[in-house]
């Protein structure tokens, strides 16, 4: 588990590319002043699991469905990460839940400066917007953010100027795809009460016909 805040930015200093597979070699310093092997890092808000390390940076394997899922597969030597270590049980949880699985990318559509901060917009499909919140949490490439506002297939966040010198985000152009994690509650709680939709419909008893008749 993460939190969406952002240890440190790393590099990409190789990629070895396998049919339907990539094996990252990042650069960094902060994050691997405690690894271990099997250790989970989320790189721009991917989960992925150390599979090599030393002082001086880490190898991660990327499979099929996360190339598939996210923008890892737009990554080449020298693409700047944001990298963060899995929540340690006596740290400060800063940000929000955050599991390193992302539902999906979007498009960077707009960026306008709002006095300090910056305003991003982002446009996305069907299936990451039904959990889009307003005044919700979304993790942005790893990044915990509030959504200021949202719209059918768009949604923005308010970057301060903290957020904008310690991560990727200030060198993110309209165009650039992004990963998204929406709030892993929400996903849950359409989980939970999916069956009993679903019971109501095939037996015709509903929540209306309940209270409609004092329950």
């Known amino acids: 588990m ?7 930015v790393g590099t990409i ?15 960094a310093k902060t994050v691997t002043s405690d690894l ?3 250790d989970s890092v989320a790189v721009n808000g991917v989960c992925l699991t150390v599979t090599a390390f030393s002082s001086s940076g880490f190898s ?12 890892l597969a737009s990554l080449k030597s020298g ?15 800063g940000g929000h ?17 709002d006095d300090i901060a910056v305003r991003y917009t982002f446009r996305t ?17 790893g990044i915990s953010l509030t959504v200021t506002d949202e719209g059918e297939d768009t949604f923005s966040v308010s970057i301060i100027p903290h957020t904008m010198g310690a991560t990727i985000l200030s060198e993110k ?5 992004v990963n998204i994690e929406t709030d892993i509650i929400g996903k849950y709680v359409e989980k939970f009460l999916l069956p009993a939709a679903k019971q109501e419909k095939s037996s015709g008893l509903t929540m209306e016909f309940l209270i409609q008749n004092g329950f």
């Open 97 to 113: 839940i955050v599991s390193g699985h992302v539902n999906g990318v979007g498009t960077i559509i707009k960026k306008i400066r």
């Open 173 to 177: 152009q309209v165009g650039d795809i």
């Open 60 to 71: 991660a394997d990327v499979m099929h469905e996360t190339l598939n899922r996210s923008s």
């Open 36 to 38: 271990a092997l099997g």
């Open 13 to 27: 200093k190789n990629i070895k590319k396998g049919i339907h597979s990539a094996t990252l070699d990042i650069s």
């Open 2 to 8: 993460f939190t969406g805040i952002i240890e440190e």
């Open 125 to 141: 499909d069907s299936d990451v917007m039904r959990y889009i919140v307003e005044k919700g949490s979304v993790a942005i490439d």
């Open 79 to 93: 693409s700047r990460v944001n990298l963060e270590r899995a929540m340690a049980a006596n740290g400060r949880f």
